[in-house]
Each structure stands twice: as C-alpha cells, then as structure tokens.
T-cell receptor, first 113, second 115 residues
Framework: QKEVEQNSGPLSVPEGAIASLNCTYS??????FFWYRQYSGKSPELIMF????GDKEDGRFTAQLNKASQYVSLLIRDSQPSDSATYLCAVRYSGAGSYQLTFGKGTKLSVIP | DAGVIQSPRHEVTEMGQEVTLRCKPI?????LFWYRQTMMRGLELLIYFNNNVPIDDSGMPEDRFSAKMPNASFSTLKIQPSEPRDSAVYFC?????????????FGPGTRLTVL
C-alpha cells in the first residue's frame, strides 16, 4: 500500500512568517513529488514539483526533498493571508507507464494578518 | 487554453438515480484521471486513461461506477444507481508528457449530492 502522510493541521502562522509543511511517503522507489494548493471550494493547482534531493526554490516557495528519509517539505517565506489554503503533497511512484499520483490528505494552512 | 472542462458543476439527485459526469481534457494531453474528494478520505484516484485506454481502475469503489473515454477529448464517469455515500466532489484531471513531468491539471470539479 503506497501511502503519503501529511499533518492535517490546521497550521497557523502570522503574516510574514515562514510556513513549513511536511510530507512523508512509503515507497522508496518514488520518483517525482508535487505540491498542490487548494483553496476552499476550488480545485487543486500545482505550485511546485521536485525530482532530485535537495532544495528547489521558486519565488517565496522552496521545496525540499530527502529521499533517504522519504521526506518532502514545502517552505513558504513571507507568508501572506492569500496563502491560506490546504496544501496537498502528491507522489508519483516508479514503474513503466506509471502516470498516476498518490495524494496526501493535505495540511490546512491559515496565515493570520 | 480553456483548461480541463467539467460538467455539470453541481448535481443534486435522489438515491437510485443514474448520474453522469463529463470531462473534456486539455487539448494534446494523453492521460486523463478521475478523482473523488471527501473530507474523510481526501483525494482518491478512481480510474485513469492513457491514450483513451483505461490503465488502472482499481480505485473504482464498486460496479455501480463506470468510466469511458470514447475519444481523446471526452470522458464520462457514470454512477448507477447512486447512493448517499457517493456524495463528494469529483475531479477530472489531465496531463501530457512534455518534459516527462506528467504534471496533472485539474478541472473545476463536480459537486455531487445524493439525497
């Protein structure tokens, strides 16, 4: 059973602080890792993806991957109230023709003005 | 590009009725995914197609659920008969293989309520 685990939260941070969202996965053969943001009543939208160990930065967002620990995280710097949403971690597992993603249940982030 | 299109956006029906959800993927994408999202279970993959062929339907909860993709620009998810426990938001997503990233793009979803 391939699993993706996230703390459901809610995670509350003050405006301007760093929000740290974490995700662990069960299959060591996992290849690709995605972070989706989902506003209440809306569909998930991709904000970051990472394939290699280390950090990947895109604006205020940094994705961190540690395959040895089977751990991926998302840091949001200078958090804004507009970042308040549920963040879904998704993992694509290895295997020929494996196109599907397994999603965690998401962490709800609340940025307090 | 219009993105993934789903219809209807909202559906309210009575137990026992047939429900058909529709999806038009992004043009040029060759993979299509149907998900169900509930508070309790999160986002669950029901079935996915690659080049119009069903690849994995192990997430389909039971025989009451069926999905088709008759061509590259259209897919349906049918529930017959519907039950109250089927109430959820159903998302369709599509992806291409450009760059090998397989990023999935989601439609707006169909909120289904079965009374």
């Amino acid at each position: 059973q391939k699993e993706v685990e996230q703390n459901s939260g809610p995670l509350s941070v003050p405006e301007g602080a760093i929000a740290s969202l974490n995700c662990t996965y069960s299959d060591r053969g996992s290849q690709s890792f995605f972070w989706y943001r989902q506003y209440s009543g809306k569909s998930p939208e991709l904000i970051m993806f990472i394939y290699s160990n280390g950090d990947k930065e895109d604006g205020r967002f940094t994705a961190q991957l540690n395959k040895a620990s089977q751990y991926v995280s998302l840091l949001i710097r200078d958090s804004q109230p507009s970042d308040s949403a549920t963040y879904l971690c998704a993992v694509r597992y290895s295997g020929a023709g494996s196109y599907q993603l397994t999603f965690g249940k998401g962490t709800k982030l609340s940025v307090i003005p | 590009d219009a993105g993934v299109i789903q219809s209807p956006r909202h559906e309210v029906t009575e137990m026992g009725q047939e429900v058909t959800l529709r999806c038009k993927p992004i043009s040029g994408h060759n993979s299509l995914f149907w998900y169900r999202q509930t508070m309790m279970r999160g986002l669950e993959l029901l079935i996915y197609f690659n080049n119009n062929v069903p690849i994995d339907d192990s997430g389909m909860p039971e025989d009451r659920f069926s999905a088709k993709m008759p061509n590259a620009s259209f897919s349906t998810l049918k529930i017959q008969p519907s039950e109250p426990r089927d109430s959820a938001v159903y998302f369709c997503a599509s992806s291409g293989t450009a760059g090998g990233r397989n990023e999935q793009f989601f439609g707006p979803g169909t909120r289904l309520t079965v009374l």
